[in-house]
């Protein structure tokens, strides 16, 4: 069965490092997301691209943060000065389409940040 | 602002029982509703997912209803099994005009411990 794929599964940087997220959605999807869950915290979301744009993206997703897809495979998240507190698990998720057959949100493994 | 509430946050039951999961939302006007699965260290697994349409969807030994006018999911785990052990996460996305919101907003979660 198809699957989102993340890498690394834990990244280790130091505050004010850049980092890069990299994840692998599912082939014939158009939507893809990402979110990120603080230890004993919700899941929250970032930010959803479609079309090689952004198309929504939340407070959390300020200037620091970026995200491209440098192929038509690969989907990345840049945060380019970290904080401690980004030390997180980035979500990558990815959906058919936004039409009824294509709603479930699929997410990968993680990749857990540590910020130190 | 869509806020989503899981009660308990754990719950502990010998194997056979048939169990019934809740989840809350503040906002009726959502587009569907996810139910996920998150076992420790680990990714979410997409297990159900019911439009704001619908009052219910199964698969397997799992059933989620869905009341929208009342902000109310139940998500049904019959004879509960050891491998059933996880958090299970509720996750609505919200309704916009046209169609909806990208992001799904989470709850906590709810930890099932399933014993032998």
């Known amino acids: 069965e198809p699957e989102v794929t993340q890498t690394p599964s834990h990244q280790v940087t130091q505050m004010g490092q850049e980092v890069i997220l990299r994840c692998v959605p599912i082939?014939?999807?158009?939507?893809f997301y990402w979110y990120r869950q603080i230890l004993g915290q919700k899941v929250e979301f970032l930010v959803s691209?479609?079309?090689?744009?952004?198309?929504?993206k939340s407070e959390i997703f300020d200037d620091q943060f970026s995200v491209e897809r440098p192929d038509g495979s690969n989907f990345t998240l840049k945060i380019r000065s970290t904080k401690l507190e980004d030390s997180a698990m980035y979500f990558c998720?990815?959906?058919?389409?936004?039409?009824?057959?294509?709603?479930?949100?699929?997410f990968g493994p993680g990749t857990r940040l540590t910020v130190l | 602002k869509q806020e989503v509430t899981q009660i308990p946050a754990a719950l502990s039951v010998p194997e056979g029982e048939n169990l019934v999961l809740n989840c809350s939302f503040t906002?009726?006007?959502?587009?569907?509703l996810q139910w996920f699965r998150q076992d420790p260290g680990k990714g979410l697994t997409s297990l159900l997912l019911?439009?704001?349409?619908?009052r219910e969807q199964t698969s397997g030994r799992l059933n989620a209803s869905l009341d929208k006018s009342s902000g109310r999911s139940t998500l049904y785990i019959a004879a509960s099994q050891p491998g059933d052990s996880a958090t299970y996460l509720c996750a609505v996305r919200p309704d916009l005009f046209q169609g909806g919101s990208e992001k799904l907003v989470f709850g906590k979660g709810m930890k099932l411990t399933v014993n032998p």
């Open positions: 998720a990815s959906s058919e389409s936004r039409g009824l057959a294509g709603l479930t949100q699929y």
């Open positions: 019911i439009q704001s349409s619908q």
């Open positions: 082939s014939n999807h158009l939507y």
């Open positions: 691209f479609y079309n090689n744009e952004i198309s929504e």
């Open positions: 906002d009726s006007a959502i587009y569907n």
